[in-house]
C-alpha cells in the first residue's frame, strides 16, 4: 500500500511541542483572576457572560412573578394599611398556603443558585455554576441559611437604623442622608453576615465577632461591596413601594412586579459577585475555606463546554 505524498517517517524527530506563551483556550491560567479589589464594571457585566446567569433572569423572574401575583388580591382583601379586612383575612390566608409552600422553594431554588455564584466568584471562578438539580431537603437548609443569616445580618444591621428612626423626630434632607448611610452600613454587615454562614458552611459563624474582626481585615476594600449593596436595598425598597403606593393601574403594577424580579436577581448576582471576590482578594489574610462547601455544586471552571 503506497504511502501518503505528505508523510515521511524521518520528519518525526523533527517534531516539537512548543508551550505557548500567552494565554491558553482551556487552561486555568487564562480564566483565572488575579487577586486584587474587583471593579464595578466586571460585577455589572458578571450576569451576562455566561449561561446560568442569562437564564436565571430569563426563566425564573417569570416563574416568580406568578407565583407573586396573588399579593395583589391578599393586599385587597387584608388592606395592611387600614386593617380594615383582618377577619376575612383569617379565611384567605389557609387558601394560599400551597401557594406560599411553592413560592418558598422557588424561592430557595434561587437563593441557592445565588449562593453557589457566590462561592464561585470567592474561589476566583470567572464562569458560572451550574444549576443544582431540585432537591426540597437542600432547598430548605439553603433558605435556611440565607433566612438565618437575614436575621443575624440586618436586624443587627438595622438596629443604628431604627434607633436614629426614633430619635430623629421630624425627617427632612438631612435626615434621609443618614438614613442612607445607616443603610449602606446594614446592608454591608448583613452580606459579610451571610458571606461567613455560606463559606463557613455553618450559621453559628454568622456572629458579631466574625463578621466585625472580617470587616476589620478588609479594610477599605469593602466599601466598594457595602456601597453596593446599600444602593441595591434602597432601589429595590423604593421600587416595591411604588408597586404598591405610587402605581395606580394594576397592569403597569404587574410589570413593575416583573420588573422588580428581574432587577431584584440582577443586582443580587452583582452585588454577591463584588463581595465573593472581595474575600477572594483578601483570602490569604482570612482563611475561611479551602475548598468549594459540601453543599455548592461542582465546578464549570475548566471544563465549561463539557458535559461532565
Excluded at 479589589?37 to 458578571?46: D, K, R
Excluded at 386593617?83 to 409552600?101: A, C, K, M, Y
Excluded at 430548605?140 to 423626630?169: D, H, K, N, Q, S
Amino acid at each position: 500500500m503506497a504511502r501518503k505524498k505528505w508523510y515521511d517517517a524521518a520528519d518525526v524527530e523533527s517534531v516539537r511541542v512548543v508551550p505557548q506563551s500567552g494565554p491558553t483556550l482551556y487552561g486555568p491560567s487564562r480564566r483565572r483572576r488575579p487577586r486584587k479589589a474587583p471593579g464595578l464594571g466586571e460585577c455589572l457585566l458578571y450576569p451576562w457572560v455566561d449561561g446560568p446567569g442569562v437564564a436565571l433572569l430569563v426563566f425564573l423572574a417569570p416563574v416568580l412573578l406568578l407565583l407573586t401575583l396573588p399579593v395583589f388580591d391578599i393586599v385587597a382583601v387584608l388592606k395592611p394599611t387600614t386593617r380594615g379586612g383582618w377577619e376575612l383575612g383569617l379565611l384567605v390566608i389557609p387558601i394560599f398556603s400551597p401557594l406560599l409552600i411553592t413560592l418558598s422553594l422557588v424561592f430557595g431554588y434561587g437563593l441557592l443558585v445565588l449562593g453557589q455564584m457566590f462561592v464561585a466568584s470567592a474561589l476566583g471562578e470567572p464562569d458560572h455554576p451550574r444549576w443544582p438539580e431540585w432537591d426540597s431537603s437542600q432547598i430548605a437548609e439553603g433558605l435556611a441559611r440565607w433566612v438565618w443569616a437575614a436575621v443575624f445580618g440586618l436586624v443587627t444591621g438595622a438596629l443604628p437604623v431604627a434607633a436614629y428612626w426614633v430619635v430623629c423626630g421630624d425627617i427632612d434632607w438631612f435626615d434621609r442622608v443618614v438614613f442612607a448611610d445607616l443603610v449602606i452600613l446594614a446592608a454591608g454587615y448583613a452580606l459579610m453576615a451571610l458571606a461567613a454562614a455560606l463559606l463557613h458552611d455553618s450559621l453559628v459563624m454568622a456572629n458579631p465577632f466574625t463578621v466585625l474582626g472580617a470587616i476589620a481585615q478588609i479594610g477599605w476594600d469593602f466599601v466598594a461591596p457595602c456601597v453596593a449593596g446599600g444602593v441595591a436595598l434602597m432601589i429595590l425598597g423604593g421600587l416595591m413601594y411604588a408597586i404598591f403606593n405610587v402605581i395606580p393601574s394594576l397592569r403597569w403594577a404587574m410589570v413593575a412586579l416583573w420588573a422588580f424580579w428581574v432587577l431584584s436577581l440582577y443586582l443580587a448576582m452583582v452585588v454577591l459577585r463584588m463581595v465573593g471576590l472581595t474575600y477572594y482578594a483578601h483570602a490569604d489574610e482570612l482563611v475561611w475555606f479551602k475548598g468549594r462547601p459540601k453543599w455548592g455544586t461542582p465546578s464549570r471552571f475548566g471544563n465549561i463546554y463539557q458535559n461532565s
